[in-house]
């Protein structure tokens, strides 16, 4: 499987989770439990200092079960704090890749429909239905990031390919024009510096065309 079903399937399998939460005995240590996954994350950062795939993933998994597991717990739909899974798409967008937010929104429509009684009105479904309108802008800023994030590695490149040309070229015929104008008694030593000088000028502007 890729990554990125991967990914999905946890967040999923963690959205039911924070919906199953508030139905069990456990319920009332919802403060414990919360402070409890807050200790996982900051041991999550501290054991995982690089930035790497399974330590966004838990970061990911963490934020959802705390912010689903509060709004659960306090009204659901009616929340006055459902304006946090706005934060938690967005934040999924980023943290992992933007598709995750579309998985996980389809997720949490569906287990919010689910759960509401029956013959509800629209203003009770209108949180509901402004999950699929906030999906596409956490979408395209996931996107975004990730261009973003490639555009910095790209440019991090060039930086080093910039180096290591002036490093290992223009060093060497600098030398060679330094060596022959230190030794310099005849036309030999002109003709090596021209030929030099000329070489670089010929690899600046290759470089600068690449």
Known sequence: MTTEIIHSLVLIFAIVLAFIFPKTNLAQYDFQITAFLFIILYLVKRLFVAKN?????IESVVFTLIIIGIVNTTGGVSSPFYFLIYFLLFSLSLLLEPLISVTSTITLIVFYLLTLPQGQDLKTLLPIISLAF????????????IKSENLKSKN???????FLFISLLLKNHLQNIKTAAENFV????????KKSASRMEKLMEKFEKN
């Open 53 to 57: 795939s399974s330590s966004r993933l």
């Open 134 to 145: 906030i999906t596409p802008f956490a979408l395209f800023l996931g996107e975004e990031h």
């Open 156 to 162: 991090e490149k060039i930086q080093t390919d910039t």
């Open 186 to 193: 005849g036309d030999h030593e002109l003709d090596v510096i």
